[in-house]
């Protein structure tokens, strides 16, 4: 079975620090780039970074850049999320989203088909 | 950044009714447009990919239409399990970005 397992969420102080993990299962996880999506409660979802599947290029949301910085080690099949100067406006779910590409006509697509069932992050004092 | 709107923001509808959510995007983005389907307290699931491919496993009452800066996602014939949150969100040029979501409710 396909599945994404996040860990490592939890309660923090403002200006603290916390690692997310996602643990994958079933699927040939160095292929994939993957994705952390958060959505704050109440609100919508946000993306927050992608990393491709081999090469480890990065990308971040301008509202976590600097901040945080995401990681994977494909031979633990793992991503990994680090999270530094945490701020009330991070506390969210936090998803990992597996990027999986596909072809109409004679392009190439992307979106996120496989996401784990979240771990929450509360930055409160 | 690519801003994504969607419209309504909540709809109320009963099941059987044939439904339509819009997503328009700030500048053309082809076909890089995907739809998600979320219910409370779960992670989203994907419905659409490329405007209008249905992705598998997704019942053939879901459709997505559009092109360039207009889509729309249809439920043909809404189902108990449909009443969810619906978002769309870009793939055509980083950051990836989604629609505030569509709230479908009973009416």
């Known amino acids: 079975e396909v599945q994404l397992v996040e860990s490592g969420g939890g309660l923090v102080q403002p200006g603290g620090s916390l690692r997310l993990s996602c643990a994958a299962s079933?699927?040939?996880?160095?292929?994939?780039?993957m994705n952390w999506v958060r959505q704050a409660p109440g609100k919508g979802l946000e993306w927050v970074s992608y990393i491709t599947s081999s090469t480890g290029t990065t990308y971040y949301a301008d509202s976590v850049k600097g901040r945080f910085t995401i990681s994977r080690d494909n031979a633990k099949n793992s991503l990994y999320l680090q999270m530094n100067s945490l701020r009330a406006e991070d506390t969210a779910v936090y998803y990992c989203?597996?990027?999986?590409?596909?072809?109409?006509?004679?392009?190439?697509?992307?979106?996120?088909?496989?996401w784990g069932k979240g771990t929450t992050v509360t930055v409160s004092s | 950044d690519i801003q994504m709107t969607q419209s309504p923001s909540s709809l109320s509808a009963s099941v059987g009714d044939g439904v339509t959510i819009t997503c328009r995007a700030s500048q053309s983005i082809g076909r890089y447009l995907n739809w998600y389907q979320q219910k409370p307290g779960k992670a989203p699931n994907l419905l659409i990919y490329?405007?209008?491919s249905l992705q598998s496993g997704v019942p053939s009452r879901f459709s997505g239409s559009g092109s360039g800066t207009d889509f729309t996602l249809t439920i043909s014939s809404l189902q108990p399990g449909d009443f969810a949150t619906y978002y769309c969100?870009?793939?055509?040029?980083?950051?990836?970005?989604f629609g505030q979501g569509t709230k479908v409710e009973v009416k």
């Open positions: 079933g699927f040939t996880f160095n292929t994939y780039g």
């Open positions: 989203a597996r990027e999986s590409e596909g072809s109409a006509g004679t392009d190439y697509y992307y979106y996120m088909d496989v």
């Open positions: 969100q870009q793939t055509y040029s980083a950051p990836w970005t």
């Open positions: 490329a405007a209008s």
